[in-house]
């Protein structure tokens, strides 16, 4: 008997059962049962659909590689750009440069430190204002002001105020960071229900106690997702630095190679990027899951 077959029979057993008191709890186990047979073959779908889809994904671009396009440099297939990624995963580029994943630890390394100083300056700075409306108005217009502008747009000003060292690129970054993160502890802060402070309060918590472990406590979910946005907005706005301004990196490896037409190396340069976003978004996406246990709940 296959597991729909089970399901089924359960599934007509159930109301049968709770016909009397005393067989309610078996009703209640039936359908639990039920429930997680479920809950297993979704969990089950969820990696298979994924796999599907990339392979999908990976045959349709060979296809129009080789078939529809048959032009190397303007589309190569997904074997020449597996063949350079393994190749400059060992061998420098340029000749007198490094491999590839020297580049993507140059890129790694300003994202952190742009990143984190930026997380941390815009969750301070978003605490502050959601706490104290006299800061909250004085800052809130410089803020809306500066989220609408791209990073990229103040690249020429950072070369000319700090030159092309390791300063501009995590400057760039701060400018991308800081304002999704302010916004984000902002609207995480304002959206924690008066009703979970109020039972605080009446239970003898003090105000610093009541911010600090439930307001604060309540608001990391949307802050750890405004953490997430901003690493795309860090990684967008790093490989943009390092095509103008630098001498390693990511953006550097893609703008020489586009120089030299190599496009398989471009976007192996790219998957690159893609994977180390995907493991960064992972990290978040883990941390999201301990600090909030109900939405993973939700989604399992």
């Known amino acids: 008997m296959s597991i729909s077959d ?122 502050v204002m959601a706490g104290i409306r006299v800061v909250r108005n004085a800052i809130d217009p410089f803020i809306e002001l500066t989220r609408p502008l791209p990073p990229l747009a103040f690249i020429p000003l950072l070369i000319v105020w700090a030159g092309i060292g390791e300063v501009p690129k995590v400057l760039l970054i701060l400018i991308g960071v800081v304002p ?13 229900e008066p009703e979970l402070l109020h039972a605080a309060r009446s239970l003898g918590a003090s105000e610093r106690y009541t911010m600090l472990h439930v307001r604060v406590r309540a608001a990391l979910p949307t802050v750890v997702t405004g953490m997430r946005l901003a690493i795309g907005v860090s990684w967008t706005s790093i490989v943009a630095a390092e095509m103008i301004a630098a001498q390693n990196g990511l953006g550097y490896v893609i703008l020489t190679a586009g120089n030299f037409l190599d496009t398989a190396l471009i976007f192996a340069a790219i998957l690159v990027i893609g994977v180390l976003g995907l493991l960064m978004d992972s990290v978040l996406r883990l941390l999201l899951r301990r600090l909030d246990p109900a939405r993973a709940a939700k989604r399992a």
């Open 180 to 192: 999704v993160m302010t916004i984000a502890t902002i609207s995480g802060l304002d959206g924690v």
């Open 6 to 127: 089970r399901d089924r029979t359960a599934t007509d057993l159930a109301p049968k059962l709770g016909d009397g008191p005393a067989s309610a709890p078996i009703a209640a186990v039936a359908r639990l049962d039920i429930e997680e047979r479920r809950d297993a073959r979704a969990r089950l779908r969820r990696p298979l659909t994924t796999l599907a889809s990339v392979c999908i994904g990976l045959v349709l671009w060979a296809f129009v590689a080789a078939v529809i396009v048959r032009d190397p440099v303007t589309l190569p297939g997904p074997g020449a750009v597996v063949a350079a990624l393994v190749k400059y995963a060992t061998h420098p580029y340029p000749s007198r440069g490094m491999p590839l994943w020297g580049h993507a630890a140059y890129s790694s390394a300003r994202i952190a430190v742009g990143f984190v100083a930026g997380s941390v300056i815009g969750i301070t700075l978003g605490a």
